[in-house]
């Protein structure tokens, strides 16, 4: 007899880990004490009105989680995931809106009109986003802070 492995919780973690196991062949029981999938991040029903909650768990730039939804389910894909423009607002100090443009573009376009950053602190940028962008030896263990400690101060503040 094959034994089968157990995973707790039904959250996005819990669900790859399930789908994974299964595509392998291994046979799985999800248990999940919830009423519904998705742990943190699912819709949730209050007072008659339909909430997203926990939607920045789940950023399509993240490009695993894309791929697992498309794992899951493939119309999502198309259907359910808003594609809008980036906007960062930090008021008095800074704001960047990125137009509609295909990638990287879109990102180089907000940075060059973004407001209150200087011109050294837009080409510091754009150089650092340029050389992840086609560093492919990045080590992927690396926190947001080692990646952007080589930034300007200004830049890393934001």
């Not at 837009?122 to 926190?143: F, I, M």
Request: charged residues 20%; contains cysteine; aromatic residues 4%.
């Amino acid at each position: 007899m094959k034994a089968g492995v157990a995973v707790i919780g039904g959250g996005w973690a819990g669900c790859a880990a399930a789908l994974t196991l299964a595509e392998a062949g291994v046979a799985v029981t999800l248990y999940e004490a919830g009423r519904t999938l998705g742990g943190r991040a699912r819709a949730v029903e209050l007072e008659g009105q339909r909430l997203d909650n926990g939607q920045h768990i789940l950023l399509g730039a993240y490009e695993q989680t894309l791929q697992l939804i498309a794992r899951l389910h493939p119309a999502a894909m198309q259907d359910a995931l808003w594609r809008l423009p980036l906007t960062l607002d930090q008021p008095p100090d800074f704001s960047l809106a990125c137009p509609r443009l295909p990638a990287p573009l879109h990102l180089l376009a907000g940075l060059l009109g973004a407001r209150g950053l200087g011109w050294r602190d837009k080409l510091a940028a754009a150089r650092w986003a340029h050389g992840l962008l086609n560093n492919t030896d990045t080590p992927e263990h690396l926190s947001v802070s080692q990646l952007t400690r080589s930034q300007p101060e200004k830049l890393n503040r934001l």
